[in-house]
């Protein structure tokens, strides 16, 4: 199952530096941690990928977040928010609790470091 997960969590990083609504590192993070129980081939695989590799280490290595990843992270939630909050008809503290979360979010990603390389 877990080398399964692993491919799985590859896969949506993939499609997700194409797409900029879904995010990358988090999945390829996943997928390392998923093939270092099941297929340390498979991490070592991915943390030397040439494209990526980078990602996996860049957080493993200096807890980093690539610049490109925080400004998108922040607009995608910034949009949500306003959606939520103008257009979704939920009830006021269902929006609130999900703007909460989101804010905390973004707290934490502008709180990490950008990558060595993007510095």
Same mark, same amino acid.
């Given at each position: ?11 949506? =990083?993939?499609?997700? $530096?194409?797409?900029? *609504? @879904? ?9 390392? /941690?998923? &093939? ?26 200096? =807890?980093?977040?690539? $610049?490109?990843?925080? *400004? @998108? ?9 306003? /959606?939520? &909050? ?34």
């Amino acid at each position: 199952m877990l080398l399964g997960l692993g491919w799985v969590c590859v896969a949506l =990083g993939i499609v997700g $530096i194409v797409l900029p *609504v @879904l995010p990358t590192t988090p999945f390829l993070l996943v997928a390392a /941690w998923a &093939f270092a129980r099941s297929s340390p081939r498979f991490r070592e695989w991915l943390v030397g990928h040439r494209t990526l590799g980078p990602y996996v280490n860049d957080w493993n290595e200096y =807890g980093a977040i690539p $610049i490109r990843a925080k *400004v @998108l992270a922040i607009a995608v939630m910034s949009a949500s928010s306003t /959606w939520l &909050f103008g257009w979704s008809g939920l009830s006021v503290p269902i929006v609130s609790v999900a703007g909460l979360c989101m804010l905390g979010a973004a707290v934490f990603i502008l709180t990490r470091p950008n990558t060595p390389s993007s510095d």
